[in-house]
């Protein structure tokens, strides 16, 4: 499901941008180390602000970024244009579909896609999946908690059911072999997750 226009107002501004960069992206690098010469992919790039961290903060070696919404590739390459093809390719993608053979990437990171996907599992399944063994699943996940309030249900497009609460979502990457273990944290009161799964 695409962001609806004031998500998306959300998502693409400064302030965002900026907690990404000094929140977010240091939080997982503590949790699950840098990607160093690594191939990694990001599902859900929006404009390309996270795929930036994961070249430059988390030195990955290639990264491969992908997103359901045409509108973000465009602003993605803009932002990203200075960058060779052969550290980045962008482009259209759904995470419950991925165009890849099996055990392709050393890493997957999600910046707070999958609460977007109806059946959320299946893009857990095929993230596993495309990760080779002993790979690094980043997430940072919205909860159900957050997406009860009156903010969400009234502003932002969600899907209305099968939402997960932390402990669900912990519960389904270990059920589909991910060692996830203490490796994560809660913020927000239990609004979001943040942790790292390594593909067993």
């Known amino acids: 499901m695409k962001m609806n226009s004031v998500e998306k107002f959300l998502m693409n ?3 965002r941008a900026a907690f990404q960069r000094q929140y977010e992206a240091p939080l997982l690098e503590k949790l699950g180390g840098r990607t160093d010469g690594l191939v990694v992919l990001e599902v859900g790039c929006g404009r390309g602000v996270g795929t930036e961290e994961i070249l430059e903060r988390f030195a990955a070696k290639e990264v491969h970024a992908l997103d359901v919404d ?3 590739i465009k602003l993605a390459r803009k932002r990203l244009a200075g960058y060779p093809s052969d550290r980045l390719r962008l482009s ?3 995470v419950t579909q991925l165009d890849v053979e099996d055990a392709t990437y050393d890493a997957v990171f999600d910046f707070a896609i999958l609460h977007h996907v ?4 299946d893009g857990v399944a095929e993230i596993r999946r495309v990760l080779k063994p002993g790979g690094r699943f980043y997430f940072q996940e919205v909860t159900r908690h957050f997406l009860d ?9 969600h899907p209305a059911e099968n939402r997960f609460s932390t402990q669900e979502f912990i519960a389904e990457l270990e059920r589909q072999r991910f060692c996830v273990g203490n ?7 239990g609004d979001y ?3 790292v799964g390594c593909c067993t």
Do not use: C, H, S
């Open 193 to 195: 997750v943040y942790g």
């Open 13 to 15: 501004n400064p302030i």
């Open 183 to 189: 490796n994560w944290v809660e913020k927000g009161g």
């Open 92 to 94: 259209l993608g759904d």
């Open 70 to 72: 045409p509108d973000m």
């Open 118 to 121: 109806p059946v959320w599992q």
């Open 149 to 157: 309030k009156w903010f969400a249900r009234t502003f932002l497009e």
